[in-house]
């Protein structure tokens, strides 16, 4: 596949744009945000500071960052209304269509009237997000009405603490915190570039971002988190794996979180996200996942020279910190609104509405026939 060549099907290959947002698979490790290196972001900054970047081009200073932080804080409770939206939501419903719901509720009733409001409607969105998956999770899977405040510092820790009902500790925080970085953008990636799409007709944020939120929850796109998780977990050892992966491969089965669009040889924030499955495996005590997961890494590059992409290490990382799968996708959202929102602001600085052409395949001309004679 490393030699496989990049055109065809699905507008690969082709640019479809400018962006000075992102690179992907272009220089340093092959993603960069806003030209700082993702490995160097994920060991030097904090996922509000990536949040910056993106919003405003630059890294905030210190002082910068306490005000963004505290502009954030004071904007995480949700409103009633949207409270007693997310009460009425069943408890089988797929949250990623909780979030989709949620963010399009929120524009009902807090709409970005015009575009000098678009960082406010993002950061409101930003600071929301974590209520509006952990109120509904809370209240239709155990019946309690959480408390969607917290005085922890992070958003990744606010998500723990409202999912939890306690501050997580300062390992699973940062870790939650370079998941956040590592989830934030991606170039013109399929729920990007339906939010830039969305911008380019000069709609509102809020239905850019319901409409990534749409177009993320496939499990080609961020829906592969939660899938790779129900396949390892189906998995009962390394042996196991790579019979049952086998078996897969030879029913022309999809294993999710390999694979990629543009990278072809690696993904480079699989690195980072392993490594920090390898630490929550020795934390936890029983590395079987673990375990489980570099077999499949092996196994598939060693038979199909596919590799794990940004998702696959996030499943066994996810479930060591005790989430539920069903909240892996929309914590990718939390993330990833970031990125959307940047894209939207990008898209209308330079706006021209997107409409590409079709190679028309249908029937010849023809005419209608009278109904009595068809
Ligand atoms: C955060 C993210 O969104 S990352 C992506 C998450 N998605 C997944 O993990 C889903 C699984 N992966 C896939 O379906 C694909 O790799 C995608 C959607 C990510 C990329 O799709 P494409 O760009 O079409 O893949 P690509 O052209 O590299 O595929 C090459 C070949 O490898 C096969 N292939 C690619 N990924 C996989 C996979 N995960 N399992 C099995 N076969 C695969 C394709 O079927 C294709 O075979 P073919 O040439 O015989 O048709
Ligand atoms: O870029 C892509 O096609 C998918 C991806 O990895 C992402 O959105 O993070």
Same mark, same amino acid.
């Given at each position: 596949m490393s030699d496989k060549k990049i055109s065809g099907a699905g507008l690969r290959g082709q640019s479809a744009g400018d962006t000075a947002l992102c690179t992907v698979g272009q220089s340093g490790s092959g993603l960069t945000y806003c030209g700082y290196d993702i490995s160097d972001l994920a060991d030097n900054a904090t996922f509000e500071e990536v949040a910056y970047l993106l919003f405003n081009g630059e890294l905030p200073t210190r002082g910068e960052l306490a005000e963004y932080k505290a502009e954030l804080l004071a904007m995480r409770d949700i409103p009633k209304a949207l409270k007693e939206v997310l009460k009425? =939501? /069943?408890?089988?419903?797929h949250p990623m269509d909780v979030m989709r719901t949620g963010c399009s509720f929120l524009g009902n009733i #807090? &709409?970005?009237?015009?575009?000098? #409001?678009q960082n406010k409607a993002a950061n409101r969105l930003l600071a929301a997000f974590p209520a509006i998956m952990c109120y509904w999770y809370k209240f239709s899977h155990d019946g309690v009405e959480i408390d969607?405040?917290?005085? #922890? #510092?992070?958003l990744g820790g606010h998500f723990l603490r409202l999912l939890n009902g306690e501050s997580p500790s300062a390992q699973h925080e940062r870790v939650m915190d370079v998941s956040l970085i590592l989830y934030a953008e991606h170039e013109f990636n399929a729920s990007t570039f339906t939010a830039r799409v969305c911008a380019s007709t000069l709609s509102d944020m809020f239905s850019c971002i319901t409409g990534a939120i749409g177009t993320l929850r496939g499990p080609l796109h961020g829906g592969a988190n939660e899938a790779a998780m129900d396949m390892i977990q189906k998995f009962t050892s390394p042996a196991d794996a790579k019979e049952k992966m086998a078996g897969m491969l030879e029913r022309k089965e999809k294993i999710m979180g390999f694979g990629h669009? =543009?990278?072809?040889?690696?993904? &480079?924030r699989n690195v980072i996200i392993k490594a920090w499955s390898e630490k929550l495996a020795a934390e936890n005590g029983d590395t079987s996942l673990y375990d489980i997961s570099v077999a499949c890494e092996e196994f598939m590059w060693d038979t199909k020279k596919l590799f794990c992409n940004a998702d696959f290490f996030h499943a066994s990382t996810y479930n060591y910190m005790g989430i /539920?799968?069903?909240l892996f996708t929309p914590i990718f959202v939390c993330s990833r609104l970031t990125g959307w929102a940047a894209h939207v602001m990008e898209q209308r600085s330079?706006?021209? =509405? =997107?409409r590409p052409s079709a190679d028309y395949t249908g029937a010849e001309p023809r005419t209608v026939k009278p109904i009595s004679e068809r």
């Open positions: 009425l =939501i /069943p408890k089988d419903t #807090e &709409p970005e009237v015009d575009f000098s #409001e969607c405040t917290s005085e #922890e #510092e992070s669009a =543009i990278y072809r040889t690696s993904d &480079p /539920p799968t069903k330079n706006n021209r =509405i =997107i």
